[in-house]
């Protein structure tokens, strides 16, 4: 059984910051890639940070330079930093934990809330 829990979410004023923290019941050296999705009411779920198990990471235009992911092994913790926050970043940031092989199998959090406004 695999765990994945968000925590770190909250309400912040355009401009802040905040650090997203996703714990996991296991090595998370054990996953092909780590990353973040945030899913805002109506609208699909998106890739906002990915970071593969050789540490390369990928981000989409809209969050480029402002995130960024980060693990640390010892703690099976995956973070997402988020530096200069829209309205637009509102949403429900989900962890997500993929398993490649014969196929691809993918482990999700519950979800954090995100809330960017003044």
């Known amino acids: 059984q695999v765990q994945l829990v968000e925590s770190g979410g909250g309400l912040v004023q355009p401009g802040g910051s905040l650090r997203l923290s996703c714990a996991a019941s296991?090595?998370?050296?054990?996953?092909?890639?780590l990353g973040w999705y945030r899913q805002a009411p109506g609208k699909q779920r998106e890739l906002v940070a990915a970071?593969?198990?050789?540490?390369?990471?990928d981000y989409p235009d809209s969050v480029k330079g402002r995130f960024t992911i980060s693990r640390d092994n010892g703690k099976n913790t995956v973070y997402l930093q988020m530096n200069s926050l829209k309205p637009e970043d509102t949403a429900n940031y989900y962890c997500?934990?993929?398993?490649?092989?014969?196929?691809?199998?993918?482990?999700w959090g519950q979800g954090t809330q995100v809330t960017v406004s003044s």
């Open positions: 970071i593969t198990s050789g540490g390369s990471t």
């Open positions: 997500n934990a993929r398993m490649t092989g014969w196929i691809t199998y993918d482990y």
């Open positions: 296991r090595n998370i050296l054990s996953f092909n890639v």
